[in-house]
Nanobody, 131 residues
C-alpha cells in the first residue's frame, strides 16, 4: 500500500477551521479507498471519514458528519479533510490511510471503518482545539 504523509494540523479555537492534507508517494494510491482516522490521548483510534477510489462516494462518522468534508486529488495523489466548526473533542492526532477498493462497500454496509482494513499509516498530524 501507498506510503502516506499527513500535514496541515495546528491549534485553533473552538468554531475554527483547518484543512488536513495527505500526500501519497505511490501512483497506485488512486486505486485505493482512502480515509482519515484520529486518536485522542487515552482513546482508541477512530475512523472518521473515507472516500471511494473514484471519489464519488464518501462516508462520515456521526461525530464529524456535517462539519468535515473529505476529498481527493487524483492527479496529485493527495487526500484532504476540510474541518469546519471544530470542537475541543476534535483534539487528536489525525492519520490518513488506504485500503483495498472494496473496503468502501464494507464501510457503507457496516457503518464503521475498521482500522485493520487500512494501511500505509503515516506519523499523523496533531490537531488541538481550545475552548
Amino acid at each position: 500500500q501507498a506510503s502516506l504523509v499527513e500535514s496541515g494540523g495546528g491549534s485553533v479555537q473552538s468554531g475554527g477551521s483547518l484543512t488536513l492534507s495527505c500526500q501519497a508517494f505511490d501512483d497506485t494510491f488512486q486505486f485505493y479507498c482512502a480515509g482519515w482516522f484520529r486518536q485522542a490521548p487515552g482513546k482508541e483510534r477512530e475512523g472518521i471519514s473515507c472516500i471511494s477510489w473514484s471519489g464519488q462516494m464518501t462516508y462520515y462518522s456521526d461525530s464529524v458528519k456535517g462539519r468535515f468534508t473529505i476529498s481527493r486529488d487524483v492527479a496529485n495523489s493527495t487526500l484532504h479533510l476540510q474541518m469546519n466548526n471544530l470542537k475541543p473533542e476534535d483534539t487528536a492526532t489525525y492519520y490518513c490511510a488506504a485500503a483495498a477498493p472494496q473496503t468502501f462497500t464494507t464501510v457503507q454496509r457496516l457503518g464503521v471503518m475498521t482500522e485493520a482494513d487500512f494501511g500505509g499509516w503515516g506519523q499523523g498530524t496533531q490537531v488541538t482545539v481550545s475552548s
